[in-house]
């Protein structure tokens, strides 16, 4: 168990809907960063938060959005969803601010039908 | 898109053997990170490089940051069916931008016991 907490760990939905996947991140983490992992593209950067702001900004769809709570735990909205948008989602922290590794989550797969 | 180069895409070897793989980049880095990851698994920090010209080793695992910091390798001794998987290179550089790491396309190990 890496400490990291991503729900659910699968999801099935249709076009044209909307889904949420949370996030929380290990135990003095203040750092979320949100990837998403398909065949063809690789591990793809999202979005950052740090302490509830918004750090960094990847390539990230404007359907997609997220935030960071109070608790620290993070929140990926992803709407009008394609079936390109089938991948899998993964959450990882850190401590920030240093230059070290994240931990990642176990990811929620997420597939479009 | 992928900014990190990573070589081979894929390997298939004899148990025992050594393995050998490479990231290369026109960026500067200022972190090499070296991650595996398992089937339905988030990716796993095996090894984390600070400094050009450093060589860390983690058991059977040994790499090195290159001395113009753009390129990394990652090497294997003595291969066993465990070390099955994908590896990942990322390359970290800590700024007002975030921590956002960006990740090589990953070789896929299989090793024939």
């Known amino acids: 168990d890496s400490g990291v907490t991503q729900t659910p760990k699968h999801l099935i939905t249709a076009t044209g809907q909307r889904v949420t996947l949370r996030c929380s991140p290990r135990?003095?983490?203040?750092?979320v960063y949100w990837y998403q992992q398909s065949l063809d593209q690789g591990l793809q950067f999202l979005i950052q938060y740090y302490n509830g702001e918004e750090r960094a900004k990847g390539n990230i769809l404007e359907r997609f959005s997220a935030q960071q709570f109070p608790d620290l735990h993070s929140e990926l909205n992803l709407s009008s969803l394609e079936l390109g948008d089938s991948a899998l989602y993964f959450c990882?922290?850190?401590?920030?601010?240093?230059?070290?590794?994240?931990?990642f989550g176990s990811g929620t797969r997420l597939t479009v039908v | 898109g992928q900014q990190l180069n990573q070589s081979p895409q894929s390997m298939f070897i004899q148990e025992g053997e050594d393995v050998s793989m490479n990231c290369t980049s026109s960026s500067i880095f200022n972190t090499w990170l070296w991650y595996k990851q398992d089937p339905g698994e988030g990716p796993v920090l095996l090894i984390a490089?600070?400094?050009?010209?450093e060589l860390t080793s983690n058991g059977r695992l040994t790499a090195q940051f290159g001395i113009t910091r753009k390129d990394s390798f990652l090497n294997i001794s003595a291969s066993i069916p465990s070390d099955v998987g994908i590896y990942f290179c990322a390359g970290q550089r800590a700024g007002r931008s975030g921590n956002k790491l960006v990740f090589g396309a990953g070789t896929i190990l299989r090793v024939k016991s």
């Open positions: 990882a922290s850190s401590v920030g601010g240093a230059p070290y590794g994240y931990t």
């Open positions: 135990s003095g983490d203040l750092s």
């Open positions: 490089l600070y400094k050009a010209g």
